[in-house]
């Protein structure tokens, strides 16, 4: 066998290897779902033997999962959108407009502060804040509190992504009669569209994943999210391990599903400035 074939061949393995190793937590997560509780004691086994989905009836059924996942779906739907609106349009008029004194780097130095703080430095302030406004175990406070955190977030990613567009092309626009923001809707946000989609699915994954601040602003679920409503599962004498594994695969087809949406946008995004 020729050497470039074999190189071939390997990388092939490699590939093949890899792919295995990423996919068999989920598949077992899958597996661990449809067995019954006496199965998943009983012995590894990468097949349910008798599939059921008991697990999943009882996870919405007796553990109210459905508000743990609705709540997790408005939270970061209504979070991020605000966020990626607010975040880009200051975004952009730090990548365009010089401001006087520094205050443009100071800005961006400070919105990256935001984002590095641990969020356990937060908790408290924020936890008294909305306590004094009443929003403690609300839709409304995550919303505030996660649309706040994403939006010096998104402001940090997309100045960058607005700076490797070049001015001449909005200013073409702007001679052709538009206006500012309209040049921005119709010329800008275009160019920048895999920029906002890779800085959306970080945003969302963040948000959607964050366990600390949900658990310590909601106290029901009338609130809660999946990461928390996830954690009740776990017992004082006993784990749930078939509703926690039923839980784990639905929680993550939101993800799932909102990445393949923006898939093409997001690689992009990721590749976007690095060749000029």
């Not at 349009?89 to 006087?100: K, Q, T, V």
């Not at 029901?220 to 004498?237: C, E, H, R, Y």
């Amino acid at each position: 066998m020729s050497r470039p074939r074999m190189l071939s061949g390997g990388r092939y393995v490699a590939l093949a290897l890899a792919l295995l190793l990423t996919l068999f937590p989920f598949w077992w997560l899958l597996v661990t779902s449809l067995k019954r509780p006496v199965d998943i004691f009983a012995g590894v086994s990468l097949v349910p033997q008798q599939p059921t989905g008991e697990n999943y009836d009882r996870l919405f059924s007796a553990y109210h999962f459905g508000s743990f996942l609705t709540n997790s779906l408005i939270v970061v739907t209504v979070a991020v959108a605000a966020s990626l609106v607010l975040g880009t349009l200051a975004a952009y008029a730090l990548a365009r407009y010089r401001l006087p004194f520094g205050l443009g780097e100071q800005a961006l130095v400070g919105s990256l502060l935001v984002r590095t703080l641990p969020a356990i430095l937060l908790v408290i302030p924020l936890y008294l804040t909305l306590a004094e406004t009443n929003l403690l175990n609300t839709r409304l406070g995550l919303i505030i509190v996660y649309g706040g955190l994403n939006t010096s977030f998104v402001i940090w990613m997309m100045q960058s992504f607005f700076g490797e567009i070049p001015r001449d092309i909005e200013e073409a626009a702007m001679v052709d009669g538009d206006s500012r923001l309209r040049a921005l809707r119709r010329v800008v946000l275009p160019l920048a569209a895999p920029g906002i989609a890779a800085t959306a699915i970080f945003s969302v994954i963040t948000t959607y994943n964050d366990f600390l601040i949900a658990l310590t602003l909601t106290s029901t679920p009338d609130a809660q999210t999946v990461p928390v409503g996830v954690s009740t599962l776990i017992g004082k004498i006993q784990i749930e391990w078939g509703p926690m594994a039923a839980a784990g695969v639905i929680g993550a087809l939101p993800i799932m599903v909102f990445a393949i949406i923006v898939q093409r946008h997001f690689v992009r995004g990721l590749t976007l400035g690095a060749v000029k």
